[in-house]
């Protein structure tokens, strides 16, 4: 599917704001596709797609969650982790992506996993380093994410459950067990 073809599928589901996100997301994974050599055309789908869910109603993605037999736990959770993995099942059913490495993408982009593949963090960082997001630790991670991947996604995650911790959130396993895995890697 081309750029424009995917932007136009996605924009109809997206604010104007989250639409901006979403170019800044798509400008940031082809940067650091290029720089980690992950495949940019992928990481361009992924990250036009990577929020295609993010205003279906909760009550849609909870139910899709139940019916498509993803984790159960994840009701459980923050509804912010949701949209990833519904969104990847969306964008095969609604736009006819069938890659399960773009899909694969989308689905942890929130929550990351252990084993992360290249396109996988790639699509994860870019969501949390595009150029507008604002918050505390974001400039250190992007000054990383010139040099090293994998230790601006170990920051990043650091960052995240940190946050979590703070504002007293569960934190969902999978991100405790990213976390664990990449610094079980860099050691």
Same mark, same amino acid.
């Given at each position: !599917?081309?750029?424009?073809?995917?932007?136009?599928?996605?924009? +109809? +589901?997206?604010?104007?704001?989250?639409?901006?996100?979403?170019?800044? &997301? !798509?400008?940031? /994974?082809?940067?650091?596709?290029?720089?980690?050599? /992950?495949?940019?055309?992928? /990481?361009?789908? /992924? $990250?036009?797609?990577?929020?295609?869910?993010?205003?279906?109603?909760?009550?849609?993605? =909870?139910?899709?969650?139940? *019916?498509?037999?993803?984790?159960?736990? #994840?009701?459980?959770?923050? @509804?912010?982790?949701?949209?990833?993995? &519904?969104?990847?099942? #969306?964008?095969?059913? *609604? $736009?006819?992506?069938?890659?399960?490495? %773009?899909?694969? =993408?989308?689905?942890?982009?929130?929550?990351?996993?252990?084993? !992360? @593949?290249?396109?996988?963090? %790639?699509?994860?960082?870019?969501?949390?380093?595009?150029?507008?997001?604002?918050?505390?630790?974001?400039?250190?991670?992007?000054?990383?994410?010139?040099?090293? #991947?994998?230790? $601006?996604?170990? +920051?990043?995650?650091?960052?995240?459950?940190?946050?979590? #911790?703070?504002?007293?959130?569960? &934190?969902?396993?999978?991100?405790?067990?990213?976390?664990?895995?990449?610094?079980? +890697?860099?050691?």
């Amino acid at each position: !599917m081309d750029r424009e073809k995917a932007l136009n599928i996605v924009k +109809q +589901q997206l604010t104007e704001h989250r639409y901006q996100h979403t170019i800044g &997301v !798509m400008e940031t /994974a082809l940067w650091l596709a290029k720089k980690y050599g /992950a495949d940019e055309k992928k /990481a361009e789908l /992924a $990250a036009i797609f990577h929020d295609y869910a993010k205003f279906r109603p909760k009550e849609e993605m =909870a139910r899709i969650i139940r *019916e498509q037999g993803m984790e159960p736990a #994840l009701l459980e959770y923050n @509804s912010e982790l949701w949209h990833a993995p &519904v969104g990847a099942f #969306l964008a095969e059913k *609604e $736009a006819g992506i069938a890659d399960r490495e %773009v899909l694969d =993408a989308i689905t942890y982009h929130t929550s990351g996993r252990p084993g !992360m @593949s290249v396109l996988e963090k %790639v699509i994860y960082l870019a969501d949390y380093i595009e150029p507008g997001r604002h918050f505390p630790g974001v400039e250190e991670v992007r000054e990383m994410a010139r040099n090293d #991947l994998d230790q $601006a996604l170990i +920051q990043s995650v650091k960052n995240t459950i940190q946050f979590l #911790l703070k504002k007293g959130h569960p &934190v969902y396993p999978d991100t405790f067990y990213t976390y664990n895995d990449l610094v079980t +890697q860099e050691d």
